[in-house]
């Protein structure tokens, strides 16, 4: 199994901007869609965002549609996320996975059911 780590997390103002990455132990294409979950306290583990491991075609959450962009680096075995335009909402442990299966429309599903790997999580705080 992919051993994965996350790393860019940490504290923010609203509006603000952070970069997340998360580190793959083994080629990132040979073990399906990659994505971005996240989790705040209380609350049930959600998608953010996932790439598809054949065509990069994406799929986004509504809630951060057109402020988080997810990408990556095959050459490095490397996941990214770029989060703009923060909001207080956005505050979470972010987790990157990976042997995902499954579509949503015509790209990777955001399901975290469909994942089988998972990282350690790396925190974000947006707050003023």
């Known amino acids: 199994q992919v051993q994965l780590m996350e790393s860019g997390g940490g504290s923010v103002q609203p509006g603000g901007s952070l970069r997340l990455s998360c580190a793959a132990s083994?080629?990132?294409?040979?073990?399906?869609?990659m994505g971005w979950f996240r989790q705040a306290p209380g609350k049930e583990r959600e998608g953010v965002a996932a790439i598809d491991d054949v065509d990069g075609s994406t799929t986004y959450a509504n809630s951060v549609k057109g402020r988080f962009t997810i990408s990556q680096d095959n050459a490095k075995n490397m996941l990214y996320l770029q989060m703009n335009s923060l909001k207080p909402e956005d505050t979470a442990i972010y987790y990157c996975?990976?042997?995902?299966?499954?579509?949503?429309?015509?790209?990777?599903?955001?399901?975290?059911?469909?994942?089988?790997?998972w990282g350690q999580g790396t925190q974000v705080t947006v707050s003023s």
């Open positions: 083994e080629h990132t294409v040979k073990h399906g869609h």
């Open positions: 996975a990976a042997e995902g299966t499954g579509t949503m429309g015509w790209g990777p599903s955001i399901d975290p059911a469909e994942f089988g790997a």
